[in-house]
Structure formats: structure tokens, C-alpha cells
T-cell receptor, first 117, second 114 residues
């Protein structure tokens, strides 16, 4: 079974530029998550999708971040314009269900390491 | 609101010994799940173990066990017979009922000494 795919793996941009990340979840997983992990910290949930609907985006800085999951499969996360403090690893994860149970154990992609100069 | 606290930024353990990584949590949800993940230096996040808030028995998965004390709101991870490959960052996380938000702690770096 293929895992969660993310691209690109690394990205370096200047501040005020735009950047987009792509995620393809495990086949059949209805729930998709985007996390931001700043060095030395735990992942922070940015947005959670259930199929193509948003379940939680309370921690998404909506003035500069946007995300979509068209057709309920793959997803893109965009930052426009980027700031220095956006330097982090952006992790995508998926799970079969959104509800809490053993099957929840989210499967994570390898992440995209963003450096904003 | 949910909060996860991991008070040990770094831990050392001798190979083959057991180690306990601490995790306390706070939530207003009646039903929730607690999770531990391992993040090696390669950056991948690996799911280790799950404990449901209404599970009567502590969860075990191979060398991993979760010491769940609901009244104290703690969910400590116990790794038995540590191996050099266990050296990594370990994150405690929780998720509220149904489609509730997931929250991670700031992690504990475990170093296993030969």
C-alpha cells in the first residue's frame, strides 16, 4: 500500500513570495490533515478535511494561508505571501475516519521543509 | 481547549533498559483518544500506540505500553528493553470526540546509549 505522498520535499523562497505544497493521501482515506511543525516544537494542526469539506481550520492564518481538497482526494496548501516565521516543516497526514478510534492512527507523509529567507 | 504537556525535553537511557516518557493532558471532552508518535531524525512521523479514554486496560504494542491514569490526566509511554534505534523524538497527542481537533505536545528527545 502506498503511503502519503508530498511534494516538494524541500523549498527555499524569499519572503513575500508565494509557495504551494501538494499532498496525496492514502487511497480510501477520507480525512486529510495539514500540520505545521516549527523546529523544536510539536506539529500544529492547520486544517482538517473530511472528504472535500473543511472540518477544522481554526489555526490556519487565513490572511496568508489557503488550502483546498478538490474531489476529496489530493490537497494543496498555499502560502501567499510568505513570512520568515513560516519556515517550518509542513506535514500532511491522512486517516480512514475522522472519529476517534484505533483506526485513527494518522499516517504521515515525509513532509515539506520550507525555508523563507 | 486541549493541551498536551511533555515536561522532559530530553531523556537518556542505557540500551536494554526501560524508559518512561511523561505526558499530561487537559481537555473538556468526555471521550478522546491519546496517541504516541515517534519522529526519527529523518523526519517521518510514526504512529506507535493508541489509548481510548474509555478503555479499561492500558494499551500495549510490542515493546511499547501506555500507562494511562485518567484521574491524573496522564498518559505516559513506557519503552521496554530500549534499542539504539529507539533514539528519536517522541510526541504525545490527543484527539477529541468524533472529528475533534488533534493536539500534539512539544516532544521528548530520547537518546539510547550503547
Amino acid at each position: 500500500e502506498a503511503g502519503v505522498a508530498q511534494s516538494p520535499r524541500y523549498k527555499i523562497i524569499e519572503k513575500r513570495q508565494s509557495v504551494a505544497f501538494w499532498c496525496n493521501p492514502i487511497s480510501g482515506h477520507a480525512t486529510l490533515y495539514w500540520y505545521q511543525q516549527i523546529l523544536g516544537q510539536g506539529p500544529k494542526l492547520l486544517i482538517q478535511f473530511q472528504n472535500n469539506g473543511v472540518v477544522d481550520d481554526s489555526q490556519l492564518p487565513k490572511d496568508r494561508f489557503s488550502a483546498e481538497r478538490l474531489k476529496g482526494v489530493d490537497s494543496t496548501l498555499k502560502i501567499q505571501p510568505a513570512k520568515l516565521e513560516d519556515s517550518a516543516v509542513y506535514l500532511c497526514a491522512s486517516s480512514f475516519f475522522a472519529k476517534v478510534d484505533r483506526a485513527f492512527g494518522q499516517f504521515f507523509g515525509p513532509g515539506t521543509r520550507l525555508t523563507v529567507l | 481547549a486541549q493541551k498536551i504537556t511533555q515536561t522532559q525535553p530530553g531523556m537518556f537511557v542505557q540500551e536494554k533498559e526501560a524508559v518512561t516518557l511523561d505526558c499530561t493532558y487537559d481537555t473538556s471532552d468526555q471521550s478522546y483518544g491519546l496517541f504516541w508518535y515517534k519522529q526519527p531524525s529523518s523526519g517521518e512521523m510514526i504512529f506507535l500506540i493508541y489509548q481510548g479514554s474509555y478503555d479499561e486496560q492500558n494499551a500495549t504494542e510490542g515493546r511499547y505500553s501506555l500507562n494511562f491514569q485518567k484521574a491524573r490526566k496522564s498518559a505516559n509511554l513506557v519503552i521496554s528493553a530500549s534499542q539504539l534505534g529507539d533514539s528519536a523524538m517522541y510526541f504525545c497527542a490527543m484527539k477529541g470526540t468524533n472529528a475533534g481537533k488533534s493536539t500534539f505536545g512539544d516532544g521528548t528527545t530520547l537518546t539510547v546509549k550503547p
